[in-house]
């Protein structure tokens, strides 16, 4: 990538596929959004760039990689592909890219302690992934036809998102009087099988309809 690329890159702001960083502080952190660029659609990670796109640079721009590959390596679940590469802006300052490829070994995690979790790209941010995402993502990469049977759970579902147009997992186990662990498999499934979309959020996720290409 050309610096006249990375500016035009830069010029665009954050977004699905593309964060910025002006420095590897807090590499711990920023290999969330890694993860969630992996899990999600790929995309690139700057660092050297404000949040604002500004493409100023960072001095020691060796150390920034150096720094940011140490935590990929020993904090990403499973090992992470990835290319890096640096532009020099000046004899001091330079520019790196990190480029994520969307992973065949989603999802990947962070492990802190005993408890693993996920990351997935929202519009220009990162969040963490529940459960059902996570299902999603770790079944969805090998997908084959999910077959399932169409009993009155799934038929009470349907009539309220024809009602309301979108629910949640908290709302489908209320409505249906369900323990939550049958409504959350009830729902991947419905995902996996076409039937619904997942609409990731930081607090609950919903679900709607899948729609349908003309």
């Known amino acids: 990538m050309t610096l006249q690329e990375i500016r ?21 952190k920023i290999v969330r959004e890694v993860i969630a660029l992996a899990n999600t659609s790929g995309g690139n990670l700057l660092i050297g760039v404000d949040d604002d796109g500004t493409v100023s640079g960072q001095r020691f721009i060796e150390e920034e990689i150096f720094v940011m ?105 209320k409505l249906a009087k369900l323990p939550k662990f049958i409504a959350s498999k009830t729902l991947v499934r419905l995902v996996l099988a076409n039937v619904l979309q997942i609409h990731p959020q930081e607090a609950d996720d919903f679900f709607t309809l899948k729609e349908t290409g003309v």
């Open 8 to 28: 035009i890159l830069a010029s665009k702001g954050e977004g699905l596929k593309i964060e910025f960083k002006k420095k590897a502080a807090h590499p711990e």
């Open 69 to 173: 590959e140490k935590a990929i390596q020993e904090l990403i679940f499973p090992a992470l592909e990835y290319e890096v590469s640096s532009i020099k802006l000046s004899e001091k300052k330079g520019v790196a890219v990190f480029k994520i490829p969307i992973s065949s070994e989603r999802p990947h995690y962070l492990k802190e302690k005993e408890r693993k979790q996920a990351f997935i790209r929202v519009a220009d941010r990162s969040i963490q992934a529940s459960r059902e995402v996570w299902e999603v993502l770790r079944r969805g990469k090998n997908q084959r036809d999910t077959v399932f049977t169409y009993s009155w759970k799934e038929e009470l579902l349907m009539k309220a998102l024809e009602n309301t147009g979108k629910i949640t997992l908290k709302e489908y186990a």
